[in-house]
């Protein structure tokens, strides 16, 4: 676990735009399992991270012509129940922080991980976030 000190900020930089926290397992279900499309950001204290999956977000929410009806984080290393959970609905893709999925109807429709988010800019993670809105939601 990482202290508060650390993570409150990073934190706070998804919830200021409206991204929801799921904190425990419960919330994550009702989250992933509703219907319809929710959009869930493993969130993470590393660079990338902060360099371009946090803004890259950012920006696709301010940006995106069709948006999921749920946006929700996990945060990998301080929210571990939820985060596992976010896991177990991530079938057949191995564990990633930061990454991003896109689920419909409770089955996953996109994922961006780690290795897709590391070294991009923010410009180009929310072109690929704003993709897949615009062919999911």
Not at 42 to 63: E, Q, T, Y
Not at 86 to 101: D, E, T, Y
Request: hydrophobic fraction near 45%.
């Amino acid at each position: 676990m990482y202290p508060a000190e650390l993570t409150d900020p990073m934190r706070a930089e998804l919830t200021s735009i409206g991204v929801e926290e799921l904190r425990d397992a419960a919330a994550v279900d009702a989250a992933v399992g509703a219907p319809g499309t929710t959009f869930v950001m493993i969130n993470s204290v590393c660079g990338c991270a902060a360099g371009g999956a946090r803004p890259g977000l950012g920006l696709a929410l301010r940006n995106a012509q069709k948006k999921p009806a749920r946006i929700a984080t996990a945060f990998a290393g301080v929210d571990a129940e939820a985060t596992n959970r976010v896991r177990s609905h991530l079938v057949g893709f191995p564990p990633s922080s930061p990454s991003m999925a896109l689920f419909k109807d409770g089955d996953v429709v996109w994922m961006m991980h780690r290795h897709q988010i590391e070294g991009r800019h923010p410009e180009d993670i929310a072109q690929a976030v704003e993709a897949a809105f615009a062919e999911h939601c």
